[in-house]
């Protein structure tokens, strides 16, 4: 027998991967929580039959939601996490060793609790001793946040439940208010093929509350589209001219698997098509 699941990625297109067993699924406040051990992917987290995270290419993901905001500033120190309870944008952050502490501020302790236990090498950097985990809602925990961090990352769900006002330029401009002088922002910001209306309000939240905004782009073969996009704000540093030497230089002290110094650079080369619908 043939198990499979199928995540509707659009109304009209679907992904389907072949599945060993159902390891975990829980209906909690806010979502269905569901670890799927697949057959080519590893074991994989679900919510809302939405695929988050699969231990085959979660790095691709992880890597570029952290390394870029992280070494876009100068010297990052204290970073928070909105949502990201696998732990996959922890563990990179930590990485970086002039971080001193990682807040991972997720809503559901049951993303947390079912990552910990079915995917340990992705929730690994939660039991390090520099990462606080804040259960509560990244909204009102950032509203009150001020002059803080030095880089937020925000690793949510897509637009739907709690994840809404994620994507609301008031969260941005919370955000940008718990940032310190120096500070840089991230969102995932989903598939310039199918969700561009998602990426073009980001991008708009984005240049309305930060200097510099700036658009990158890596591949995720799991997420629609396998084309990712990452909306960035900063407060003072470009991200999209990042200095070639600098990043060679600290890029030796952190070990990864798709971040790299020259995907860093390139990953701000937009394909006309992207670049033309930014502009727009
Ligand atoms: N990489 C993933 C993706 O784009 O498919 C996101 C993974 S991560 C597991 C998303 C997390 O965001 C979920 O665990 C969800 O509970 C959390 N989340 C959604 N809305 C939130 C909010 N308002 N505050 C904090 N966490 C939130």
Same mark, same amino acid.
Not at 61 to 70: G, L, N, T
Not at 248 to 261: D, E, L, Q
């Given at each position: 027998m043939q198990l499979w699941f199928s995540e509707d990625q659009t109304r009209h297109i679907r992904i389907s991967v072949r599945i060993k067993a159902v390891l975990h699924r829980e209906t909690t406040p806010y979502q269905e929580v569901m670890i799927l051990d697949t057959?080519?992917?590893?074991?994989?987290?679900?919510?809302?039959?939405?695929?988050? %995270?699969?231990?085959? @290419?979660?790095? !691709?993901?992880? &890597?570029?939601?952290? /390394?870029?905001?992280?070494?876009?500033?100068?010297?990052?120190?204290?970073?928070?996490? %909105?949502?990201?309870? @696998?732990?996959? !944008?922890?563990? &990179?952050?930590?990485? /970086?060793?002039?971080?001193?502490?990682?807040?991972l501020c997720e809503i559901d302790e049951a993303v947390v609790r079912a990552c910990r236990q079915y995917l340990p090498e992705v929730a690994a950097g939660l039991d390090d001793p520099r990462c606080r985990i804040l259960i509560q809602d990244g909204i009102a925990y950032v509203k009150d946040c001020r002059d803080h961090y030095d880089v937020v990352v925000v690793d949510s769900t897509d637009p739907i439940g709690p994840a809404v006002g994620l994507f609301d330029e008031a969260f941005y401009r919370a955000a940008a208010r718990a940032l310190t002088a120096d500070g840089v922002f991230v969102a995932q910001t989903e598939s310039p093929f199918f969700f561009q209306d998602i990426l073009l309000r980001a991008r708009r939240n984005a240049e309305a509350s930060f200097a510099h905004a700036a658009l990158y782009w890596g591949v995720v073969p799991t997420y629609p589209g396998g084309f990712w996009t990452y909306t960035m704000g900063s407060k003072t540093v470009d991200p999209a001219r990042p200095d070639p030497e600098a990043l060679?230089?600290?890029?030796?002290?952190?070990?990864?698997?798709?971040?790299?110094?020259e995907v860093h650079r390139q990953a701000f080369v937009l394909p006309p098509f992207v670049r033309d619908l930014v502009a727009r």
């Open positions: 057959v080519e992917l590893g074991r994989m987290l679900v919510l809302d039959d939405i695929i988050q %995270v699969t231990e085959h @290419d979660e790095f !691709c993901y992880h &890597e570029m939601m952290s /390394h870029v905001p992280a070494f876009t500033h100068p010297r990052p120190r204290r970073a928070l996490v %909105v949502g990201g309870g @696998d732990g996959g !944008c922890v563990r &990179e952050l930590l990485k /970086h060793p002039t971080i001193e502490q990682v807040d060679a230089r600290r890029a030796a002290a952190v070990k990864t698997r798709y971040w790299s110094p």
